[in-house]
Structures are given as C-alpha cells and as structure tokens.
C-alpha cells in the first residue's frame, strides 16, 4: 500500500513539473501612446526575466494596449505575474485565460513581439486581399479586447490568436528587438506568408 502511494505521489510530482501553465491577459498603457523607448525597456526586461525563468509566450501592443501570452512552469508564471502587476507602466490588468496545458504553443520565444501600432500605420490602405497578414493581425487583436468579459468566446479567440501567430512568427527572428521584428516582417512576400 505504502508503495502504491509514494507512486502516486511521485507521478502527480512529476506531472506537476512537466505540466506548463498558459496565462493571457490584457492591459492598457498609463502613457496614452507608448514610446518606441518603453517598448524597446519592456521588450528587453521580458527577454531577459524570461530566459532565466524558463518562460516563454508573446506580446502584443496597439494604441496604448497589451495582450500577452505566457507560458512555462507555475512558479515561473506566478513571478513573473507579479512582477507585471506591480509594473507602472500599465494598467488595468485582465487575465483572459489560465490554464494547464501539455505543451508549449511559443517554445522557442522567450518573448515573440508585435507593435501592431506600426503596421497600423505602415499599411492603412491595407484590405484582406492587399495585406492579410496586417488585416488578420488587427482582427484578432480587436476580437481579443473586446471578448474581454466573455468567458465562453475568450477560449476559441485565444486559440485563434495562438494559430495566428505561430503562422506569422515561423519567419521571424526568436530574439527580437523593435526594429528587427518589423523589418523581418515586412521581408515576408504575400505569396509565402501564409500559404
């Protein structure tokens, strides 16, 4: 009997290191647009916090809102959880989803970045058929924020953001900056993009 339950014990320990834990959650910048400075720091802070803690996930920004995807061990999560919230420079903090998940949908991104300001900019004449990674991008980040309250819909929106970008960060560089992620982007012809 004793054997039984020291091998219950050590499986539910082992699983419990293995298992990863996926938080989404969205917030809003104090500042009312975010200088390419800030976003360079919060970049650099999450590349480095996140390598030595094992975690990895994607951040996104427009218009003075975040959404970002972390994933890694729970402990892992919860320091770097903490160390978001007591973050000045934003605000607001909603966790969107928490949860268990086998494996890692970013495991090699320390931290995937996306200023979706710039592509706001660069391509406002862009439409569906002209730029689909832009129009894709922006859609997802819009039904994102404003699924914010709906607990049902949340789950399929943030495995359509999570299918999204797997798609668009398999040309990108895993170790970015501001002005590498969008000049790498911005490489990618429509015809490979998303094929």
Known sequence: MWRLRCFVFFSLLHLASCAVRQIVYVSHSVEPAMSHENLQNILLTCQRRNQLLGVTGLLIYRDGCFCQLLEGPHQSIQTVMQS????????????????????????????????????????????????????????????????????????????????????????????????????????????????
Request: no cysteine; net charge negative; proline share 5%.
């Open 84 to 195: 978001i919230i007591r973050d000045q420079r934003h605000a607001g903090i909603i966790v969107v989803l928490d949860r268990i998940v086998d494996t890692r949908d970013f495991p090699t991104w320390n931290i995937a970045f996306r200023n979706l300001q710039y592509t706001n900019k660069m391509n406002e004449w862009a439409d569906q058929q002209a730029n689909p990674l832009t129009f894709e991008e922006q859609q997802i980040f819009d039904e994102t924020l404003s699924n914010v309250n709906n607990p049902p819909q949340m789950s399929r929106v943030i495995a359509r953001l999570i299918q999204v970008y797997q798609r668009i960060l398999m040309h990108m560089d895993p170790h970015p900056t501001l002005e590498n992620q969008w000049s790498r982007a911005n490489k990618i012809g429509h015809d490979d993009a998303f094929q």
